[in-house]
Every structure is written in C-alpha cells, then in structure tokens.
C-alpha cells in the first residue's frame, strides 16, 4: 500500500468517504443551508494515476531532458541566426541604459524587457560610440557593424538572458499543470511548451514577445495559488503582472482581467466564513484586485527609475498627438510621461497603412481574423489538438472547471485585443497563446477516459516529430497541413517566416555554391549584408535588363513583389533556398 503522506490534494481528495463533501471534510460538521457553498478548489480535480506517486524519480528527470533539449535549440538557434529586424534597437537601447542611464530611445516600449537583454550586453561589453545622435534604427546599425564589434558574439550574449528567462517561464508551465493534473499533467504540458516551434524561435531572440507572455501566465498561476495563500501570493502575482506591463505596451489589456481574477482570488480563500460576512469578503476581494493593481503600476515606474532614477525624457523621435478616447485614456494613465509617450507613438503606429500578407493576397489594413488562421498554420497539428483537448477539458469537467477562467480568460481578452492591432506582422503578438494553452494541455489527464493516456502520449510524439523536423529553423515553421516549413512563404510573411536571420546562412551558401558569380540583392532585414561577405548589386537600381546572374531575394520581399521586382522575378527561374526564407534565382 502507498503512503497517504506523499499524495497530492488532489490524490486525497479520491479517498473521501461517499456522500462527504469537501466543505464537511475540512469543518467536521454539516454545513447550514443558508451558508455560502465554498469555492471550488483545485483540491477538486482528479489525481493523476497513482502508480506514479511511489516513483517520483522521473519526473525530475523527464523536466531536465524537456528543457535540455529546449536549450540546445535555442542556443543553436541564436549562434546561427544574424539579427532579426527588431533585435538591434533593442540591443543598442539596452546598451545605451548601461552607459547614458537615461531613457532615450524606443520609448514605444518600456524598459525591463531591455534590462533584461543589457544583462547579456554588460557580459559582451561591446564599444559605445556616445557621440552618435542618430536614431533608434540607425544606433542598432552603428553598435553592431561600425563601431568596431562582433556582432555574433553581441546577439549572443544578448540573446541569452532571453533564452534563460524563456527555460524559466518552462518551470512555470510545469508547476502550474502539475498543481491542476499532477506530475504527468505537468510534463504533457512542459512538452506542449518546450517543443513549440513559435516558443522555441521567439525565446531565442533578444526581442520582448516571450518575456512579456511569460510574465503574464506568472502571474496568473499566482493569482490562482492566492485562492489558499491570498497575503503571500497577490502581492507576487501583481508583481509578475507589472513585469510584463513594464516589458511590453501589449500587455495592457490584461489590466481588464487579471485584477478581477485576483478579486475571485480574494473571494474563495474566505469562503470559509458565514453569510454575514459576504460584505466583509466583497470589500477583500476589491481590496485584492487594488493591491494587485497597485503593485503592478510600482514595478512599472521602479523599472523607468533603475534606469534613471532623475526621470529625464526628452523625445529624440515624433510623438504623435493623440485625441478622442485613446488620447483621454493617455492623458489619465498614472504611468510615467516616457510610457505615456509611448503610449502615443504606439497609436500613431496602428494609425499607418501597414501591408499585410496572407495564402497569397497582399492587402492594405489588417484582417480581424489573421492572427487566429496564423497560429493554425504555424502551430504543430500534434499542438492544436491538445490545446483544443486541454480547454475542453478545462471546461467541461466540474473538478476542474475553477482554473478555467485563469487560464481561458486571459488569453482570450489579449488575443481579441490583439485581433484589433493593424499590424498584421506574425503570431509573436500573441505567444500568449502557446503558454496558456500549454498549462491547459496538461489538464487533457483530468478526464476519465480510458484511452487518454495513450491518445495524449501519441499527440505528444506526433508534436516531438514535428518539432524535430523543423529544427533548426523554427522561425519559418509551418505544420503539415499547410505543407510544412518549405512552405510558409507563400502563406505568409515577416517574422512568420522572414524577419532578416538567414543573411549569415546566405554568405555561407553563396561562397559554397556560387563563388564568383554575380549577386543582385533584395534583402529585408537589419544586417549589413558586406559585414558578412556578400558583395552585391540592387536590382532595382539598374534597367532590368542589366540584372544577370543570380537575383537574391528575401521572401517577405518575395510576397509582396510589384513593379520592377515582380518582373524580375518573373524573368527567374529557383534554383536554391535559405533558410526557407531567402530565394536565389538566376537569370
């Protein structure tokens, strides 16, 4: 016979007597009608297959193996890839922080997230040319190509801290599923996150999309552990919560939901207390969705004043002037005047006619719908079936249908804001996506169907595969639906497949293959292709018929030809790929 000293809540909650409820097992007595029921607790759900309780050694193990391999992709990932179009200015905003301490440029996003990169430019120590006056742009260019730097080993070591923080957010994934659906729950849900292609490829990168997501889902399952521990846990999950406000503007509309959740948090640890004291627990409740917010807006400003304690702003680029309801809402947020300014260039951004890209169309706007078809595409068939399972189950079984709002809500509230956005630019705006539902994933063993453990370890594998063909080229990832990574391109665009991180691979190709041979080149990107040895001509800058040899072209670029490329490209024939986001043609 097993202890009983080493079962989980949820294995103890299995061995009640028939016909006791949880209230009467903690009071001893029975309860009056006229008392409040309890709160559901995650006490409720089902217990995970006892056998495993007697042999917990590998668990352990099966975690270290999930995020080892997740490491090693990301490391081999971020030595391959050059800069993505993003990652400079967030890379020479960082490195200014450490050297002018003043918050100066890319105010349209808030500084932890680059606190967190400068944490990897400290260790490379790059030069800082401090009489440079350009912009954001220009500055990443400067510090790494013309200032005497390495750029592999910058991107590197500030790749880095990303890439830790990403392993770190793996053992919030676990923790949490292994609280609603035990050790093997935690370890469907560790594997639905470390094998996904979008986590892997946007961890590995000194960009803001993983933190800020994993910041969010830390403070949910705070928020959800409150339920027991109120004075230990709000305090923390706010805390989580500002970190991802001071990481990315994105993050805002979880202000909507994640202080209500921390007000129910609030709620059902008094659920002990009798009807009389229904107001007292309505005032703690609101109290706990304040000091939630409270503490979430603190972290926001300690972020702004550990890089400048002074809060000197002067804006080095235009700042739109904001009106009506969004200009209202900026004028009245209690966020320092750098957020707020950043609030504004935000809005100006969404005012653009940004070009989006998608199954062949080019469009002018955005489409309401283009992130969720996205995240179909890019999201593994394995992946897809498991999130759907996990939220069903989440829902539809009453022991675990407590965590449902925290894990449905949030995600749902920032994807429809994020559906909103005119910047139909990749699933990076809503990564969101793939941590949730991975914690809901693991809850796929709370239902009582004989065949769910094999069925779950059979989309496990299916995933795995999936994963392992892909890598090492996570970025361009596209399930076999949609005919996988070869083919993203021509469904989609940008940082779905082509954000600039193949130009290393594609000096390495070309001095390979093609040595000597006459190079045109249409790149999309912020690396500078002579840095790595490519030497070529723009096509568009000579009469068409002078374009001999081989025509180089991004595939964002690719996407969206018209005028004098689309004739090019029509005059073309393939002759070789890189990266699955870079297309040679010879003409």
């Known amino acids: 016979m097993q202890s009983r000293a080493h079962e989980t809540p949820l294995a103890r909650s299995r061995h009640r007597p028939p016909g006791v409820t949880a209230g009467r097992m903690m009071t001893g007595e029975r309860r009056s009608a006229l008392e409040p029921a309890p709160c559901p607790r995650v006490a409720d759900a089902p217990a995970p297959r006892r056998r495993w309780s007697g042999r917990r050694w590998p668990v352990p193990l099966l975690v270290f193996l999930l995020l080892a391999q997740m490491a090693a992709a990301m490391v081999t990932t971020a030595l391959q890839q050059t800069p993505t179009i993003d990652e400079p ?43 440079f006056t350009g912009d954001q742009g220009m500055l990443g260019r400067h510090l790494l190509y013309e200032s005497g730097n390495d750029p592999w ?135 706990g969705a304040a000091v939630v917010a409270l503490i979430a807006l603190a972290v926001v400003w300690v972020s702004y004043l550990a890089v400048d304690p002074r809060l000197r702003w002067t804006p080095r680029q235009h ?84 965590v ?15 559906m909103q956005g005119s910047r139909d630019f990749g699933t990076r705006y809503a990564l969101f996506v793939p941590m949730f539902l991975a914690v809901a994933a693991g809850c796929v063993l709370v239902v009582r169907w004989r065949w769910a453990p094999a069925v779950t370890a059979a989309l496990v594998l299916f995933l795995a595969v999936s994963s392992v063909r892909t890598y090492p080229y996570y970025l361009p990832y596209s399930n076999e639906a949609f005919g996988g990574t070869t083919r993203t391109h021509l469904h989609l665009h940008d940082s779905n497949v082509d954000w600039g991180q193949d130009l290393g691979r594609l000096a390495d190709r070309l001095r390979e293959r093609h040595r000597g041979e006459r190079v045109w080149l249409v790149y999309k990107g912020s690396g500078v292709p002579s840095w790595y040895g490519i030497e070529a001509s723009d096509p568009l800058a000579v009469p068409r018929h002078e374009v001999r040899g081989l025509l180089v072209v991004s595939d964002s670029a690719v996407a969206k030809a018209k005028g004098r490329l689309a004739e090019l490209i029509a005059g073309s024939r393939v002759i070789d790929q890189v990266g699955h986001s870079i297309t040679i043609y010879r003409r």
């Open 89 to 131: 200015v967030y890379v020479a905003t960082a490195a200014d922080y450490l050297h002018a301490h003043r918050v100066r440029h890319n105010p349209e996003h808030p500084p932890l997230g680059k606190l967190v990169v400068a944490v990897g430019v400290a260790l490379a120590d790059p030069h800082v040319d401090r009489s």
């Open 153 to 287: 080993q910058v991107m590197l070591w500030a790749r880095l801290p990303v890439i830790v923080l990403t392993l770190l957010f793996g053992f919030v994934v676990f923790a949490f599923a292994r609280e609603l659906a035990g050790a093997v729950g935690g370890l469907v849900a560790l594997a639905s996150y470390t094998l996904s292609p979008d986590v892997v490829a946007h961890g590995s990168l000194a960009t803001l999309d993983v933190p800020t997501a994993g910041f969010l889902l830390t403070s949910v399952w705070l928020l959800w552990r409150a339920r027991r521990r109120p004075r230990l846990y709000l305090p923390l999950g706010g805390a989580a919560l500002g970190a991802a406000l001071a990481t990315k503007m994105s993050a805002l509309p979880a202000v909507l939901v994640l202080p209500v959740l921390a007000g129910v948090s609030v709620w059902c640890a008094g659920a002990g207390a009798g009807t009389a004291d229904r107001r007292g627990r309505l005032l703690r409740a609101i109290g």
């Open 319 to 402: 700042v739109p002037v904001v009106h009506g309801l969004r200009g209202l809402l900026v004028h009245l947020s209690p966020f320092p005047e750098s957020y707020r300014d950043g609030m504004r260039i935000q809005f100006g951004l969404e005012n653009r006619p940004w070009e989006g890209f998608l199954f062949g169309r080019v469009y002018t706007g955005s489409l309401w719908y283009y992130l969720p078809v996205a995240l179909l595409v890019k999201t593994p068939l394995g992946l897809l079936a498991l999130w759907a399972a996990g939220a069903v189950a989440v829902v539809a079984v009453r022991r675990s249908r407590p």
């Open 404 to 418: 449902a709002p925290y894990l449905l809500a949030p995600p749902a509230v920032l994807l429809a804001a994020a």
